[in-house]
């Protein structure tokens, strides 16, 4: 019930990865037969990837996962467009872009932050109008992590193209649960992540349109074309294609299925359960993410006794040693007091079931009626 | 979640003295909605001993289990030992709680003897 | 016959592995229990680590491998030291610290590159005179990958101590195979990569000595102590540990073997084969790595047709579109032009046997003598 | 290594025609260690007629097998039809290079021309 943080890794991945350890375990820059069984190996993943998105194999770069795709798509393009030194992003990105971008603000580029509604969906009008004539690169997600919002990109994309800007965006969350096609969306980059997918940790990749220029962000032997040296990660990489694959193929039935579930799930809870809020937009939401808010609890006490339910979930308000924080989604949702540091968010996996969902509501309404009976403000 | 302590559980998912003292002697309260903690401590007191105390907690794991420890810990103490309880032995009851999750460990502690001071002052 | 290359993973690693795929495969970073057990296999995997090369856990940073473990180091330290523009390093580096150091000079850093003698030992004389008032850092690799030599990591160690100069190594190609011991060299940060321990490929790590400041390179959700952001690859660092912990715990068996079966390769090919010569250092020299230069043939057809006896290897001069370059660590030793086209590298792994070197000898008879009768210059 | 045509491999693994001709009517060479290729090629010719071509090739898997490829095209061709022969004719005949390997491609054939310009020569 944690699938937004990460997923198992689907067997028969594990299965096409196997081979690649102990037996065809060449290095796919080396010259002898023995290397180029796992180049040849590379070669198809890079097509099961480009093919899950409407892309062409040479417009892949893999890389060690959606946080290294994030950055490479910002810092390989911000720095090296002397003169325009502005980019543009949303307040609700993920920290790997965030805090990319604060690296970049440190260097001495400009950011702009561009605000969200209550629903959490980008302000088009403000991102138009951030737009300047040193614009080089607009970055914003195509689904939410927190709240599973997912953004008008299309829209976005006429801007860019309107203002020749290059236009990224972080599809770490959307890809395998909703249709990504990077001609349908109009972008010139897009990161995703393996282990969001049924794949393995530690592996990624960044598409990268054809003639957009790129610099690479590590440096070496000049493997991916130059763009990211380092001995590829053979296995890891035929096991992400061979995820994409089976995302790709079962993308209709897996998200109607979710669909189904998460819909269910809202309104068990709705019915159930009193003084609740539905974070995100009601509609435009992944079709695996729920998140709502209880009031009178906290974050992280409900997700202590959830998981001694055996339900793993996560929160966006978590108790620091300095503050209990909101997550920065969260508070840019302009979520009332009330509700900010009692969110939940569910996100589930194509391997759940009806069940389950019965299990999370049950589990859901013990752990609800025993925190509230402790807290002072449920009485009030 | 095995940064907390089995004791740390244990006082959050069967906490003691949950409630509030409807005829209290004593009432401290701490923290709001805007914080994101708030702990109500209620007491009964006879013959200068702490006879009830009992918590009220919105909060998280560690506001919850030190709400708990310190009901427990006040309960049944002279008013002079009470008053005298330091964070320390709060934490050592709970046998330590994780970095980086102090913020919130003297609330509780704080919210008793708020409460304590209400029942000296409303005594005076 | 080309594990400097890389090495295939040991069954005992990918049996510790596969529990992290499809059952423990909670985000070490989530704070239900799932995560948990990740995080505690990251904790085992780190204690493995630092155990080999005499470290503390705290001072284990885990990357996606040797290229980015270069990279951070050097990155991570020289741009942020302001005022201080300076660095030193060898000829004979690996791309991934020399490509960094040519990003760094694009930026304005200076970097002096320090030559080597005909054994590959790098000018220690020259290397203590470039020293500068404003020189950051000193990176020297611990043992050469193509030709095997082995730097006198102590000595420079002595020179950075004395001028409180940062000192990092690359110790890709030692680790597993000679004592490694951050203490005993005398460095900073040191970098390890796991595919060439018969770990699996796409994870490594850097050690950061405590007290030494260093900035990330990826930006995002603070993993790795902020130092390295991205969802730790828990299967591949488990994996890692465990390959590592074999290593150490077979280090002095294994460097027998090697040593035997490279001594036995090289006087074999010295007693059959005429006209040929050992490059790198005779003795201060990777117990796994023999490179060999023949005089009258060219390195990438002598690879071919080894590689259709079964042997894989690999050359120091590659045929490319432009020209047929010779390595620049060839270069570097200042090889004879006779000598310079026709190396190759053999290096040997703790799985091969004296049959296999048997192999090796009765290939390489047969392939120089073919190539040789095919060649204008031996007859000359 | 997948990265040739079987045709290549084949060629490399089993050249046709190695060797100097002793007393050959024209000789070809180019390249040097300094460059490390060498390409040697000497013919033989009757009648207008390459009767026999041979190569000797120090240099890569490209460089040996198109020597071969070389000699077996212009063996047994007339004079004219052998200056004919184009750089395409060598690549077809081993069914297409790998990019970025075209650098030595041309050798053998110019080596060629070589022998067959110093033959002309000789007997003009
Ligand atoms: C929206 C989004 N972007 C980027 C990332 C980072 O990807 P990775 O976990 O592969 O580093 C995540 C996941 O944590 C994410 O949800
Ligand atoms: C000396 C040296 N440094 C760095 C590397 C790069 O490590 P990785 O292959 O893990 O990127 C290698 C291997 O290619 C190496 O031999």
Redesign the pocket.
């Known amino acids: 019930m944690d699938h937004s943080a990460t997923t198992p890794v689907d067997p028969l991945v594990v299965d096409a990865m196997l081979p690649f350890f102990s037996e065809t375990f060449g290095n796919a820059s080396s010259l002898h037969s023995f290397g180029t069984e796992s180049a040849e190996a590379l070669s198809r993943a890079r097509k099961q990837v480009a093919d899950t998105i409407g892309a062409l194999p040479e417009e892949i770069f893999f890389t060690s996962g959606g946080t290294e795709s994030d950055n490479l798509a910002i810092r390989g393009v911000v720095p090296f467009n002397a003169g325009k030194k502005h980019m543009i992003t949303s307040v609700i990105e993920h920290p790997a872009v965030l805090n990319t971008c604060a690296f970049l603000e440190e260097l001495g580029h400009e950011v702009t932050y561009v605000p969200v509604d209550t629903d959490g969906v980008v302000d088009v009008d403000e991102l138009e109008k951030s737009v300047r004539e040193n614009t080089v690169l607009i970055s914003v997600m195509h689904a939410n992590n927190e709240v599973g919002t997912i953004q008008p990109l299309e829209i976005i994309s006429d801007i860019a193209k309107e203002h020749n800007i290059y236009f990224h965006t972080d599809a770490v969350q959307s890809v395998g649960k909703i249709p990504v096609n990077v001609n349908d969306l109009g972008v010139d980059m897009l990161s995703i992540s393996s282990h969001k997918i049924h794949g393995p940790k530690g592996v990624g990749a960044l598409y990268v349109r054809k003639g957009t220029t790129i610099s690479p962000i590590v440096f070496?032997?000049n493997h991916e074309k130059g763009i990211r040296s380092?001995?590829e990660n053979v296995s890891g990489i035929v096991g992400f294609g061979k995820a994409l694959e089976l995302a790709s193929e079962r993308l209709e039935e897996d998200s109607l299925h979710m669909t189904r579930m998460r819909d269910s799930l809202i309104s068990s809870v709705f019915d159930t359960i009193s003084d609740v809020r539905l974070n995100g937009h009601p509609s435009l939401r992944l079709p695996n993410n729920v998140n709502i808010s209880f009031k009178y609890v906290e974050g992280e006490s409900m997700l202590m006794m959830l998981d001694m339910q055996g339900v793993a979930v996560s929160t966006g308000s978590a108790c620091s040693s300095k503050s209990l924080n909101a997550s920065h989604v969260l508070s840019a949702l302009k979520i009332e007091d009330d509700f900010i540091h009692g969110s939940l968010r569910i996100s589930l996996g194509r391997e759940n079931t009806m069940d389950d969902i019965d299990h999370v509501v049950n589990a859901l309404l013990e752990t609800i009626a025993k925190l509230r009976a402790m807290s002072p403000l449920a009485d009030k | 979640m095995v940064l907390y302590s089995k004791k740390v559980i244990e006082e959050f998912s069967s906490p003691a003295n949950v409630g509030f003292i409807e005829d209290a002697d004593g009432v401290g309260e701490i923290g709001s909605t805007v914080d994101g903690d708030i702990i109500n401590i209620s007491i009964k007191v006879k013959d200068n001993i702490l006879e009830d105390v009992k918590f009220k907690t919105f909060g998280c794991v560690v506001a919850i289990s030190t709400s708990s420890a310190v009901s427990r810990l006040a309960k049944g103490k002279r008013v002079d030992e009470a008053m005298a309880l330091t964070n320390e032995d709060v934490i050592n009851y709970l046998d330590g709680l994780p970095e980086g999750k102090d913020r919130c460990s003297g609330f509780a502690l704080d919210a008793l003897k708020m409460a304590i001071e209400d029942y000296i002052n409303k005594n005076k």
């Open positions: 070496g032997g380092g001995t």
